[in-house]
């Protein structure tokens, strides 16, 4: 693990000045112009304060996520993520890169060992990451394509389980639902081109090449229990009382 390790302490740096500010939010959200009182007061909170947490958010990946239960609901997910050890990532995912960019909600990523250990039906929650890398759908955008490379052997073992909470992707300027679990994609023609070809062009990169570079990466075996949605096993949250505290969510599988 001593090249990964390199990747993590070195490459990540790189991150913060490239392949970002690229795209804008998908929506603009209601509200009064910024105040040069609340601009002031941002800015000596920003000087002052410590924000351990958030200078860990070191990787930046770009991919694509899909309503669990509904494969038509599709778009583009910016993860920010911290690097908490060998086997657990985690990733607050925006619709953009830029100053603007909305949260729209949260990835967890874990090792195949991790992974195997989970509960059965904890698993169903979760997605592996086989295709979305030897497809060239997930990027690092902005760091060499070594590093990438090598990125891209550790993550594509991985599982992901992710959560949506601002539906952005369909035009809502506030945060209203409730949260969706999202899965990846694992063959070709599900995901829709359009948005890979956009996505490239704004990052500038080829699928394609991506593809034939990540050809020298194993295919890992899928763990049982992931992508359950292919078995027709969907699980997804619904409001037990439209009235109901926001705690009172329970999972239901369709």
């Known amino acids: 693990m001593a090249s990964f390790r390199w990747v993590v302490s070195t490459a990540w740096i790189l991150l913060l000045g490239c392949g970002g500010d690229n795209t804008s939010s998908n929506v603009k959200s209601p509200g009064e112009t910024t105040t040069a009182k609340t601009k002031t007061l941002a800015a000596g909170a920003d000087l002052l304060q410590n ?3 958030l200078r ?3 990787m930046y990946l770009d991919g694509f996520h899909f309503y669990n239960g509904d494969q038509r609901g599709q778009m583009e997910a910016h993860h920010f ?4 050890n060998e086997d657990v990532t985690q990733c607050i995912i925006y619709d953009g890169n830029g100053e603007n960019a909305k949260i729209m909600g949260v990835e967890y990523i874990v090792s195949e060992k991790l992974f195997a250990s989970l509960p059965t039906d904890e698993k169903k929650l979760w997605h592996s990451h086989v295709f979305e890398v030897k497809s060239g759908q997930l990027i690092a955008p902005g760091i060499p394509e070594l590093a990438e490379h090598e990125l891209m052997e550790k993550l594509v073992s991985t599982y992901g389980k992710t959560f949506h909470t601002w539906h952005t992707d369909q035009d809502f300027t506030l945060p209203i639902g409730h949260p969706m679990i999202m899965m990846g994609f694992t063959k070709d023609g599900q995901l829709n081109p359009a948005l890979v070809a956009d996505r490239n062009r704004r990052f500038g990169v080829s699928t394609d090449a991506k593809r034939k570079d990540r050809a020298t990466i194993a295919s890992p075996p899928i763990q049982p229990g992931a ?5 027709g096993d969907v699980v ?12 009172n969510h ?5």
Not at 81 to 84: Q, R
């Open 250 to 254: 329970r999972a239901v599988r369709q």
């Open 51 to 53: 924000k351990a947490p």
């Open 236 to 247: 997804q949250l619904t409001l037990t009382d439209s009235a109901a505290p926001a705690h």
């Open 56 to 58: 860990k958010l070191s």
């Open 227 to 231: 992508d359950a949605w292919q078995q």
């Open 81 to 84: 993520c911290s690097v908490i």
